[in-house]
C-alpha cells in the first residue's frame, strides 16, 4: 500500500508515512520557498496490507527558513534545549529559538586573537544550552574552545588540558542544570580512544585522562552518562562507550573529586554488557532521553544493521550484567533485508520513541523499533543538496536533518498513531490501549483482548473484556453458551448492565432477570454438588445483586417470584420478599413450615407499620403461640386485639392486659379502659354466665352495676347481685347530698360578692389640693384624673401613655381605634354623647388595675428590660456609642403607636 505527498506551488510542507497526505499553511518562523520539495513522495505501510487510510500522517517535515550568508554552506547543526545551533562553514554559529520566539544570535565560537588560524570542525552542546565545546582545526593542529552559552558577553577561551587531541564525543553530566556556571565532571572521548575527565567553568577548567580503549579505529564515535539512584547501593553512575566496532557498559560508584569516573572504567565493566560488530567509520550513537529524565533507548549504527535496545537500570543495579538485557537489530532496508550492504548504511541516524530515523544523502526512511518495519521511505528534494546528518532535542524532542544548503524539522507529534495496532497485534494490550485515540480504537482492543482469552480459555476476564466491546450481545452470549460457562456469562452481564444507562428500562429489566436466572441456576449445581462453600459464595453475591439499587428499581417482582418458586430455593425466595416488604409471604411460609416463632418475629419487626397482617394471621398464630401473639399485640398497644384473644385463651391473661393497658398513659384514658373491661364483663355474663364473677369484676375494676346491668337479660333474677344494686344506690344518695351541700356553699359565696360590688361603688375616696400626679408629679387637680383604692392617682392622659406599654396588641389596637374615634368626632350634641362612650372604654382600659402595685406590675417582674427584636440594636449601640431603636416587631406587625398623644376631648 502506498500513500502519496502532495504539494502545490505554494506548499512548504511535505508529509509522509502511513494513510492520505494533509497539508498546512505557512507557520511563524519559516519561510516560503517553491523549489526545495520534490512532489513525488511514496509511504509504504508497516501496518497491514489494506486500503488507504486517510489519517493524520505519522511525520510530516518542515523547511526552517534559514538564510545562509553569501559563500557559507552549513556544516553542522545541534539541536538543544529549544534551540537549533547552526555551524556554518565561516566558523560562527548562529542560534536560532525553534519556538520563533525569539530573534537569531550569532555566536563566535574561537576566541578572536584565534580568528582565521582556526576552522570549526565539530561542536558539542550540553542538553540545555548552557555549554558549549567547540573542537576546530588550527594550524599546529586540534584545539578546542569553551564558551559559556548563558552568559553572552563571556568570550571563549582555549581548554589547554586537551590541546592537539581531536575530540569525537562528549558525555554531559545529568546532574548539572540550566544556566549552572560549571559543567560539573563531565567525559570526553577523542579519535585515539582515550578518555578524559574534565570539569569547566566560565574562565577556568581542569582535566586528565583516566582511561584508554584498545584497538579503536577511528577513536570514541559516543558517550553516554547517566545517574541511577539505589536506597541500598546509594549513586551509581552508567557509561556507554561506543567505538567504531564495539560498544562498552560501565556502572559503579563515583570516585573522589577529579577522578569521579576512573574508578568505574577500571573496575565496573558491566559482564554482558558489551558487543561487537564490524567496522564502520561512520558509526554513531543516538540515545533516546527526555531530558531531564534518565535515558530509556538506545541506537548504535553498524554495517550489520542499528542495534537498539531499551535501558533496564533495576537489571543492572541487581546483578551487574547489563542494563540493556536485549539488543535488536535493525535493518536498515526492511524491504530487502539485506545486512552488511554498505549502501544501506545511512549518513546519520537518531532515535525516537517509537522510531528509528535513518538519513541519506537524498532521502530518509523510518523504521518502527517495534516491529522493525519500515513506515516512510522519502526522497529529500534534489535542490536542497547532500543531507548530511539529522538530529534531536532531548528537552523538546525536536528532531531536525539538514544539508549543506538547508534544514528541515520533522514533526513527530503524530508517531504513536498506530502504536495502539501495533500492541494490540502483539498481545499487550493494556499498552495498546494507553496509546488509543477514539473509542472506535478502544472498542477494537477490547475486542481483540476479549477473543485471545476466550481462546485461552481465560473466560471470566473475557467476559469483562467483551463487556466494553459494541460487539454484537447475542453472539457474545452464544459463545459462553456454547461453552456451558454460565459463571463468565453471567460476569459479562452484570458489567453489560452497570455500563447501560438508566434510560434502558428494558434492557435492564431483561438483563436483570436473566441474571436471576443464571443465579438461581448456580445455586442448583452447587447443591447438587454439596458444594457449600461455592453455594455461600454464590448466595452472597445473588443477594448484593439483588439489593443493588439499579436491579431493585427495574427487576418485574412477580416474574422473579415465579422464577424463585419454580427453582424451589426457600432462603432466596425469603430473602427476596422481604427485600421487597412482601412480609405476608414470609409469615405465610413460616406458619406453613410450623415455626411460628419467626412468623411472631417478622410481625414484632413490620407490625407497627403493617398491623394488618396480625389479623391476618391471627388465627393461625393464637393456636401455636397465643401467650406469644397476645403479648405482641399488648406490645404494640393494639389493647383491644389483646383483650379479644385473650379472652379465648385466659380470663386472666385478659384482666392482665387491661392492667398493663392501664399504666400506657400515652395510649389509654379512662374511657377507653372502661371499654376494655366492659369486653371482659360481657364475656363473662353472656359467654360464661358466671353471675358472681361478674360481680368480682365490678371490685378490680373501674365498672359499676350500672354499666354492666344493661348486659343481662331482661326477664334475669337480680337476687345474686341485689346487694350490689343496693350499694350503687346508697352511694348515688351520698353523692347527690354532697352535691346539694356544694351547691349551697356556692350559692351563699355569691350572695357576698354580690353585696362586696354594690359596696364598692358608694366607696369615697378624699383628695387634697396639694396630691401630684404620681407618674408626672404635677398637681393631681389640674386636669381629668384615676384614683385607685391603693391610694395611687393618675392624670388620664399620664396614665393611658403607661398603660398601653404593657398592653398586649389586641388591646393596644383598640386604644388606637378609640383614639382615632375621639379625632374624628364633630363639635356637637351627638359627638359629645359619643366622645362619653369612648371614653367610658378608655377608662374600662385604663381603670381595671394601678400600674404601680397592681397586676400590671406584677407581671412586668419578668418582662425584660430590653426586648428580643431590639437587643442586638442595643449590644450594637455599646460599641458605636448611641442607638436608635425603633418601634418592636409586634407594634410594627400590628400598627400600633404607642407614643400617640391622649385625646382628652368632651371629657
Known amino acids: 500500500m502506498f500513500g502519496r505527498g502532495f504539494l502545490d506551488d505554494d506548499d512548504t510542507q511535505a508529509t509522509f508515512g502511513l494513510g492520505f497526505t494533509s ?78 520566539a525569539e530573534a537569531d544570535e550569532e555566536i563566535h565560537p574561537i576566541p578572536r586573537k584565534r580568528e582565521g588560524q582556526c576552522t570549526v570542525e565539530r561542536v558539542f552542546i550540553d542538553p540545555t544550552a548552557t555549554h558549549m565545546i567547540t573542537c576546530t582545526v588550527c594550524s599546529d593542529g586540534h584545539e578546542c574552545f569553551y564558551i559559556h552559552l548563558a552568559s553572552p558577553k563571556l568570550a571563549p577561551y582555549t581548554l589547554h588540558a586537551v590541546k592537539r587531541r581531536k575530540i569525537t564525543a562528549v558525555a554531559w553530566n545529568p546532574l548539572a542544570q540550566r544556566g549552572d556556571p560549571a559543567t560539573q565532571p563531565i567525559l570526553l572521548g577523542d579519535a585515539q580512544g582515550s578518555v578524559f575527565e574534565m570539569t569547566v567553568n566560565h574562565n577556568d577548567h581542569h582535566a586528565q585522562q583516566i582511561f584508554s580503549v584498545s584497538d579503536a579505529p577511528g577513536g570514541i564515535i559516543g558517550i553516554h552518562l547517566d545517574v541511577q539512584r539505589s536506597s541500598k547501593l546509594g549513586s551509581r553512575f552508567y557509561i556507554i562507550l561506543a567505538c567504531a566496532h564495539r560498544f ?3 556502572m559503579g560508584p563515583p570516585g573522589p573529586e577529579g577522578q569521579r569516573f576512573e574508578n ?108 522493525n518495519k519500515q513506515v516512510m521511505d522519502e526522497r529529500m528534494p534534489t535542490a536542497a543538496g547532500r543531507f548530511q546528518g539529522i538530529v534531536r532535542d532531548p528537552t523538546s524532542e525536536d528532531v531536525l536533518c539538514y544539508s549543506e544548503k538547508t534544514i528541515y524539522r520533522i514533526d513527530t507529534a503524530n508517531e504513536t498513531r498506530d502504536l495502539w495496532r501495533l500492541m494490540m497485534d502483539k498481545g499487550n494490550f493494556d499498552a495498546a490501549l494507553d496509546y488509543c485515540t477514539s473509542d472506535d480504537e478502544r472498542n477494537e482492543v477490547h475486542a481483540a483482548q476479549a477473543a485471545y482469552l476466550f481462546d485461552n480459555q481465560e473466560f471470566g476476564r473475557a467476559a469483562r473484556a467483551y463487556s466494553k466491546t459494541d460487539v454484537a450481545f447475542e453472539t457474545i ?75 431493585r428499581r427495574v427487576l418485574h417482582r412477580e416474574t422473579v ?116 373491661w366492659l369486653r371482659i364483663a360481657n364475656h363473662v355474663i353472656k359467654v360464661k354466665n358466671d353471675i358472681p364473677m361478674a360481680m368480682d369484676l365490678l371490685k378490680q375494676s373501674v365498672l359499676k352495676i350500672e354499666d354492666i346491668l344493661p348486659l343481662f337479660d331482661d326477664f334475669k333474677i337480680i337476687d345474686p347481685f341485689q346487694r350490689n344494686i343496693q350499694r350503687s344506690l346508697e352511694s348515688y344518695n351520698k353523692e347527690i347530698q354532697q352535691l346539694r351541700e356544694s351547691m349551697e356553699q356556692s350559692t351563699t359565696s355569691a350572695r357576698a360578692i354580690r353585696a362586696d360590688i354594690l359596696q364598692l361603688n358608694k366607696r369615697v375616696e378624699r383628695v387634697h389640693g396639694d396630691m401630684m400626679c404620681d407618674v408626672c408629679e404635677y398637681p393631681l387637680l389640674t386636669r381629668a384624673f384615676y384614683l385607685f383604692p391603693c391610694h395611687h392617682a393618675f392624670h388620664k392622659d399620664c396614665l393611658m401613655r403607661e398603660v398601653v406599654k404593657y398592653l398586649p396588641p389586641s388591646q393596644c389596637r383598640r386604644v388606637n381605634t378609640i383614639r382615632q374615634d375621639l379625632r374624628d368626632l364633630p363639635p356637637t350634641a351627638a359627638g359629645a354623647r359619643r366622645a362619653l362612650a369612648l371614653n367610658a372604654k378608655l377608662d374600662e382600659i385604663a381603670g381595671q388595675d394601678c400600674i404601680v402595685c397592681g397586676e400590671i406590675a406584677i407581671e412586668m417582674i419578668e418582662k425584660p428590660f430590653i426586648p428580643k427584636d431590639q437587643l442586638e440594636a442595643y449590644i450594637e449601640s455599646w460599641s458605636t456609642g448611641g442607638v436608635d431603636l425603633g418601634p418592636s416587631a409586634d407594634d410594627e406587625e400590628f400598627g400600633i403607636d404607642r407614643e400617640a398623644p391622649i385625646m382628652d376631648s368632651f371629657t
Not at 334 to 342: I, K, L, M, S, Y
Request: charged share 25%.
Open 23 to 100: 497539508r498546512f499553511g505557512g507557520l511563524s518562523g519559516y519561510d516560503m520557498e517553491d523549489d526545495v520539495v520534490d512532489a513525488n513522495m511514496s509511504a509504504y505501510s508497516a501496518y497491514g496490507e489494506s486500503d488507504v487510510i486517510i489519517e493524520e500522517p505519522i511525520f510530516s517535515k518542515k523547511r526552517l527558513g534559514f538564510k545562509l550568508p553569501p559563500s557559507t554552506s552549513i556544516q553542522q547543526v545541534i539541536c538543544a534545549g529549544g534551540s537549533a545551533f547552526v555551524v556554518l562553514s565561516n566558523s560562527t554559529i548562529v542560534r536560532r529559538a525553534l519556538s520563533g
Open 248 to 250: 562498552l557498559q560501565y
Open 477 to 551: 452470549a452464544l459463545k459462553f453458551l456454547d461453552k456451558q460457562e454460565e459463571g463468565p456469562l453471567r460476569t459479562f452481564l452484570e458489567e453489560k448492565l452497570h455500563r447501560l444507562s438508566r434510560g434502558d428500562i428494558t434492557q435492564r429489566a431483561l438483563l436483570t432477570t436473566w441474571l436471576v436466572e443464571l443465579f438461581l441456576n448456580a445455586l442448583d449445581k452447587a447443591e447438587t454438588a454439596e458444594n457449600s462453600a461455592t453455594y455461600e459464595r454464590t448466595m452472597e453475591e445473588f443477594k448484593s445483586f439483588l439489593e443493588a439499587d439499579a436491579s
Open 264 to 371: 568505574i572504567l577500571k573496575r565496573h565493566e558491566l559482564s554482558s554488557g558489551g558487543q561487537e560488530a564490524p567496522v564502520l567509520p561512520r558509526s554513531q550513537l543516538s540515545i533516546y532521553q527526555r531530558f531531564p529524565s534518565t535515558a530509556e533507548a538506545m541506537a548504535w549504527m553498524t554495517p550489520l544493521g542499528a542495534y537498539s535496545g531499551h535501558f533496564d537500570f533495576a537489571n543492572a543495579l541487581r546483578d551487574e550484567s547489563t542494563a540493556i538485557p536485549s539488543f535488536n537489530v535493525i535493518p536498515y532496508n526492511p524491504a530487502t533485508d539485506r545486512v552488511g550492504d554498505e549502501a544501506d548504511v545511512p549518513e546519520s541516524l537518531v532515535l525516537t520513541e517509537f522510531h528509528l530515523l535513518l538519513l541519506y544523502p537524498h532521502q530518509i526512511r523510518a523504521i518502527c523499533t517495534v516491529n
Open 561 to 676: 417470584f415465579d422464577l424463585i418458586s419454580s427453582h424451589g430455593n426457600v432462603d432466596v425466595l425469603l430473602f427476596f420478599a422481604q427485600l421487597h416488604s412482601q412480609h405476608d409471604v414470609v409469615v405465610q411460609h413460616y406458619i406453613q413450615m410450623g415455626q411460628a416463632d419467626k412468623a411472631l418475629d417478622v410481625l414484632k419487626q413490620v407490625g407497627n407499620e403493617k398491623p394488618q397482617l396480625i389479623y391476618q394471621f391471627a388465627a393461625e398464630l393464637i393456636q401455636a403461640k397465643p401467650h406469644e401473639l397476645i403479648s405482641l399485640c399488648s406490645h404494640m398497644h393494639l389493647y383491644e386485639e389483646a383483650v379479644e384473644m385473650a379472652l379465648t385463651v385466659d380470663l386472666d391473661m385478659a384482666v392482665e392486659q387491661v392492667r398493663r393497658a392501664k399504666d400506657d398513659i400515652d395510649f389509654i384514658d379512662q374511657a377507653r379502659e372502661k371499654q376494655l
